[in-house]
């Protein structure tokens, strides 16, 4: 499965910002998908998952905040971030999971980047 992230970029502390995760190769529908980042000096973190089904799990920093959401038919997962701090500056990546551990190669991530 080939994913690629895209919807990054620079935004002030408070806005929103929705990523989305395009997924080639593979049957999308069944797979449990997930969003993980990665901030500068730090080990990547979950960020929220999506089963199959459409149950979804987020990190506590997240939770109430970030939504995530899946389009089986289009194949693409979406992160929608809201209230965005500058603790949420990271490079965003999107994974095939299974609970909260990422089943994937590790592809191109998106920067996302909170000013204050």
């Known amino acids: 499965v080939q994913l690629q992230a895209s919807g990054g970029g620079l935004v002030q502390a408070g806005d929103s910002l929705r990523l989305s995760c395009a997924a080639s190769g593979g049957t999308f529908s069944i797979y449990d998908m997930g969003w993980f980042r990665q901030a500068p000096g730090k080990e990547r973190e979950f960020v929220a998952a999506i089963a199959w089904s459409g149950t979804t799990h987020y990190a506590d920093s997240v939770k109430g905040r970030f939504a995530i959401s899946r389009d089986n038919v289009n194949n693409r997962v979406y992160l929608q971030m809201y209230s965005l701090k500058p603790e949420d500056t990271a490079v965003y990546y999107c994974?095939?999971?299974?609970?909260?551990?990422?089943?994937?190669?590790w592809g191109q991530g998106t920067l996302v980047t909170v000013s204050s």
């Open positions: 994974s095939r999971v299974s609970g909260t551990t990422s089943l994937d190669l």
